[in-house]
């Protein structure tokens, strides 16, 4: 009576870790999935170049850094127009101090360079506005994680850390019922 006993409690963990190890799988699936799935959106937005970048961190010389707003700080690529506005620590060439990066203006220059086996995408951008030129350089990676580098004469470079958010566009059907984003 004691083996049967033994027998089936065995039985029956034998067959709780069988379980356990199929939800398991299942979840390792859905993380999968759901990774290829955001490098493919992340794709899309770069490729088609509609996309925000919201900074988070601010990289400053000498290895300081301060934390950053997310809604106030960011770069906004659609197209040919671009949207600035960053935050800024360094100094300026030009005049007095700045404490930001603030305009809207178009990209003259777009290079973008991916690596599909790092998953990696590699963006250098020209905007201008007026007759100042602000060169970026964007490294985003497949989970939309990235770095900018921005350049100008007038300024000290900076880098900033973020993450891409694509830009959706609303069908003229969710316009007309006053469906929102």
């Known amino acids: 009576m004691k ?15 069988a379980v356990s190890n199929d939800a398991r799988t299942a979840r ?16 899309k937005a770069v490729e ?19 934390d950053l707003t ?6 906004i690529i659609d197209g040919e127009i671009a949207s600035v506005s960053l935050g800024y620590i ?23 360079n991916s690596d599909e086996t790092k998953g990696l995408y590699k963006i250098e ?3 201008r506005k007026g007759n100042d030129t602000f060169d970026f350089f964007l490294t985003i990676s497949a989970d939309g994680s990235c ?12 880098s900033y850390k973020g993450s891409l958010v694509p830009i959706t566009r609303l069908s003229k059907n969710q316009i007309s019922t006053g469906a929102r984003m």
């Open 70 to 75: 997310p809604r106030n700080n960011y770069l």
């Open 28 to 43: 390792l699936e859905k993380r999968m999935n759901d990774k290829v799935a955001e490098s493919a959106i992340v794709k």
């Open 90 to 112: 360094g100094r300026s060439y030009k005049s007095g101090l700045i404490s930001g990066i603030n305009f809207n203006g178009h990209t003259v220059a777009y290079k973008l």
């Open 147 to 158: 770095m900018v580098n921005v350049n100008n004469i007038y300024i000290q470079s900076v």
């Open 48 to 66: 088609s170049r509609q996309y925000i970048i919201k900074m988070d961190k601010i990289y400053g010389e000498r290895g300081t850094w301060a």
């Open 125 to 127: 951008t020209s905007v």
């Open 3 to 17: 083996r049967l006993l033994y027998i089936i409690t065995g039985v029956i963990l034998l067959s709780g870790c």
